[in-house]
């Protein structure tokens, strides 16, 4: 039997290699969509597609979830999505929730904060939880959709070896124990991660900025010690040598602790378990504890210069990367399968033009510099490139220890927040006078109880009328695609009036199936919605 | 769009630009810049407005 290597050890092995009637078939089977990758986003995308009845096939080169907490802050919007997938509510369960946090500068706390959440939404702002939690509970949902008798498959040690992209499939050679087949795809969804081959075998560009840094991350288990759920920063720490400390909590009474250690390191050297606990043993003082797991990684900042190419998509680390600070890797990725789910999934029932896909690139892609943008800065704070930034850095964190004015400007990674499509291409009227901006035309929806329920438990996976104090039809055919209505009424309903009617008496919101804002009115009116719902599918 | 106050608009001038030069008197490069800083930061938070601070940097960097 032919063999390859794992490239990493796995935490579960939950799709183990099967051999599949596809390798015996003397011709290549045609599926309608392949993801090239069974990490989060490949995983999140079988579960997109699945969902509306769109046979999926995940092929993944290893046999399940990655060992390592990774990325362990998953934010709001990330949930939400993963809410509508139907698997939000296990990571809320198992995640950690934390509202105090703790700003260092050398050796002494400088201030501290509290998040404050706004109340009413299902979701809290993020969860701490290790990547491979959310990465199961994704796998147990797909399980389950596949019981359902949904068109879901995962294949394992299943590795892409080459792509020939034609102008109406893809053709993919794969690797197996057994060999290698061939498999074709009408559509492609390359969630191959950083170091995307497909990417490579594709020779597409991948430019932006590599920051010369790596980061030494210790996952630890304290022993007998009543250690409090904040996250504690520290710039300069004096506990050790670096740019950076972080640390904050995980489930299973795990800490995670990122040093920031600077770039001519001895990988080797500092991987040892003697010279981690030494890192360790400075910062904690005289505490006991086991080391779980550690790693050290570098990063960069970059992203592709288009997310869809032909019949291939990328989405996730493999179309764009971010430093680590304020979580924009896997909570992004999670927004990217949301973004192109529902607009593959109309494509391919023949509701919209392949146009509509040329709007996930440039969405997507607005989304990622916002966040390159967004980490780029976090970066230049906490490892400032310049004296003279340097000079401004220190002047803001000796401020901010005596000051209230001069905490905004502290940035040890802002959270990740989704972005709003101002002004692109599947953007309706905003004819809202007197509305609030955070629900304006391109916004991702904003949570708020209705009764026992939740808002955006109501609204996603299809167009939905949202009227609030106004009247409009049930329910709508424009051209194919079916417009359902939600009637809702803000009496009683302080959050909804704040977040969705601001100055407004009455309120008509066009929703897309992810749960953005495609338009909205004072008022219903036939061929506004008509023409709202065909610009948002880029039928006008 | 609020205009940056580029008329004469200080108190008291000599005595003004006087604090100013005091205040550095017998610092080393480094403490008169992080003290700089500092003053900067402080400014700008008492003016505020997004577009003032813009037209300030902007004329600042003309020099």
């Known amino acids: ?540 | 769009m609020s205009d940056l106050n580029t008329k004469p608009n200080i108190t008291a001038p000599d005595d003004f630009y006087a604090t100013l030069l005091a205040v550095h008197e017998g610092k080393t490069k480094e403490e008169s810049d992080a003290i700089n800083a500092r003053l900067v930061l402080i400014l700008a938070n008492q003016v505020g407005d997004a577009d003032i601070l813009n037209q300030a940097i902007a004329l600042a960097a003309e020099g």
């Open chain 1, 1 to 540: 039997m032919l063999d390859f290597d794992d490239r990493y050890t796995l935490a579960h092995k939950i799709y183990p290699y099967e051999k599949h009637a596809d390798q015996d078939k003397a011709e290549a089977v045609r599926h309608p969509v392949v993801v090239v990758g069974g990490g989060p986003i490949g995983v999140a995308t079988a579960l997109d597609l699945g969902m509306q009845d769109i046979p999926v096939v995940v092929l993944d080169d290893h046999e399940g979830i990655g060992m390592g907490s990774r990325a362990i802050c998953f934010a709001k919007r990330c949930l939400e999505v993963a809410d509508r997938y139907g698997c939000g509510e296990p990571m809320v369960d198992k995640g950690v929730v934390w509202n105090l946090g703790k700003v260092f500068h050398k050796e002494g706390q400088i201030y501290e904060f509290n998040l404050l959440p706004e109340e009413g939404h299902k979701y809290p702002a993020f969860i701490n939880l290790q990547q491979p939690y959310f990465e199961r509970f994704m796998v147990d949902r797909l399980r389950a959709l596949q019981a359902e008798g949904k068109p879901i498959e995962i294949r394992g040690k299943n590795r892409v070896d080459a792509i020939e992209v034609k102008d109406d499939h893809v053709v993919l050679d794969v690797m197996t124990p057994d060999g290698p087949y061939k498999i074709e795809a009408d559509w492609l969804v390359a969630a191959d991660g950083a170091n995307s081959p497909l990417r490579d075998m594709l020779g597409q560009d991948f430019t932006g900025k590599v920051f010369q840094d790596s980061f030494l991350i210790a996952d630890i288990k304290m022993k007998d010690v009543e250690f409090p759920t904040e996250r504690w920063f520290w710039f300069e720490p004096t506990h050790g040598s670096g740019a950076s400390t972080l640390l904050h909590k995980q489930p299973d009474d795990v800490w995670r602790i990122d040093f920031q250690i600077g770039w001519d390191v001895d990988r080797k050297e500092e991987m040892k378990e003697e010279n981690i606990r030494r890192r360790l043993d400075a910062m904690l003082g005289d505490v006991e504890y086991e080391m779980v797991w550690s790693s050290i990684y570098t990063f960069q900042c970059k992203r592709m210069g288009s997310f869809r190419h032909g019949r291939v998509f990328f989405a996730g680390d493999a179309a764009h990367q971010v430093s680590p600070f304020g979580a924009r890797g896997a909570n992004s990725g999670m927004q990217d399968v949301d973004n192109l789910g529902w607009k593959l999934g109309m494509v391919l029932k023949g509701q919209a033009p392949e146009a509509l896909l040329d709007s996930y690139s440039e969405e997507r892609v607005y989304g990622a510099d916002e966040n390159i943008l967004n980490s780029t800065r976090s970066t230049d704070f906490i490892t400032p490139k310049s004296e003279v930034s340097k000079t401004f850095r220190d002047a803001v964190l000796t401020l901010a220890a005596k000051h209230e004015f001069a905490r905004p400007l502290v940035n040890s990674g802002r959270l990740s927040v989704p972005c709003v499509y101002d002004g692109l291409s599947l953007n309706g009227p905003d004819s809202l006078p007197g509305a609030p901006a955070r629900t304006r035309v391109g916004a991702p929806m904003v949570d708020a109880p209705i009764g026992d329920d939740w808002l955006l438990s109501m609204i996603g996976n299809r167009f939905i009328l949202m009227t609030i104090d106004a009247d409009a039809p049930e329910s709508l055919d424009v051209d194919g695609i079916e417009v359902t209505r939600l009637a809702l009424s803000s009496k009683d309903n302080p959050e909804l009036a704040e977040r969705y009617l601001g100055e407004a008496k009455s309120a008509v919101y066009l929703m897309r199936p992810d749960q953005h804002v495609a338009a909205r009115w004072a008022h219903f009116d036939t061929a506004s919605v008509n023409r709202a719902v065909n610009i948002a599918t880029a039928r006008a």
